[in-house]
């Protein structure tokens, strides 16, 4: 009676979500240059909108087609959409960095969705777009596994055009991915339409199956520049071949049906072509880094990044370790930073008066992109 009662209460829950109306964003406004070079605002969706659908900068779309009179699922329905945030209680796994990252999900109707960003860049620049990604399917309450049997598939798309139009047969579509397991990354590079400006596309597909639980989550999106005019620039990203699960099937270039979003009007202005990453003194380390990853990143050799920290196996990180990446000297152990282990209660200011720092010194040595931060993260409050 107690989980009949749990999954009746979830499922009302997720329907008032459904039901209510998406949060929109107003006209499109210039991207913000973050500090490591990514061109999308937001893309750590940390930032909320109003009625927290969507993180701020952030559209939602999707496909609706009716239901076949054979039985079948090879139809969609309208998901919903809603921010985790580990500051409310989400799953540490449900959050690839940060506090937040965007979920779009359904029950037991097959879905095709996702969410999207437009914003102006270099005319003519090539450009890479990078989202992480994860799959949670199940016929049971979180934490059960996902069933890797649903051939759920992941992709992102560049329009570079900057038409707003995720149906468009412009869109240039990465390869899929189903990451049931854990968070993966996701890629696909496009030239900049001469009108400089691009959408962005985050995408889930869902079609063909149901379960009670069909959900996506999105974090750390990014949009970098690889090359402006003929000159290449460095890229953060590693570069990363997807391939589609076993006996799915991509559809890249489907023909639109059913309700979408209204378009948006941009009225933006035009990012620079140049943009110069900061480099921090230190790098904490994070799911997915590799020394070598690490090394490109910040266009160091893998030699003086691994001499700058002692390190004589490459191989042997882990996630929290913090790396010296400039100020170091090479060959010579760091004492390294002040490390504070965050716990219930903890505010960067309060964090701040007592280490004898201030609030935007904190964020500059831990890369943070707001003030959010979670119990058990590791800041580095102190040289």
Known sequence: MQTRTWITGFVLLTLLVAASPLARPGPVTAARVAQSGNLLANGGFEEPATGGSTGNFWQAWWQETPRPDDGSFNYAFR??????????????????????????????????????????????????????????????????????????????????????????????????????????????????????????????????????????????????????????FPTSTPTRTNTPAPGATLTPTPTPTGTLPPTLTPTNTPIPATITPMV?????????DTLLSISRRFNLSLAALMAANNITDANRIFIGQVLVIRGGTPGTPSAGPRIHVVVRGDTLSRLARTYGTTVGQIRLWNNLKSDLIYVSQRLIVGP
Do not use: C
């Not at 959050?95 to 969705?113: E, F």
């Open 280 to 288: 921090p003194e230190y790098y904490v380390v994070k799911r997915g």
């Open 79 to 232: 998901p919903s959409w809603n921010l985790e945030r580990l500051s409310t209680g989400a799953a540490r796994e449900l959050v690839y960095a940060g506090n937040a990252s965007q979920r779009v999900i359904n029950n037991w109707d097959p879905w095709w969705a996702g969410v999207k960003q437009t914003i102006n860049a270099p005319a003519n620049a090539r450009v890479r777009l990078t989202a992480y990604a994860r799959l949670w399917t199940a016929s049971a309450g979180w934490p059960t596994p996902s069933d890797t049997t649903v051939g759920a598939i992941v992709q992102v798309g560049i329009e570079p055009n900057g038409t707003n139009d995720q149906f468009a047969s412009t869109v240039v579509w990465s390869s899929g991915i189903s990451p049931h397991t854990d968070w993966q990354p996701v890629s696909v590079d496009a030239t900049v339409g001469s009108a400089g400006r691009v959408t962005l596309i985050l995408s889930a597909n869902y079609r063909g199956y149901s379960r009670q639980f069909m959900a996506v989550f999105f974090d750390e999106a990014s949009l970098t520049l690889l090359s402006s005019s003929g000159t290449p």
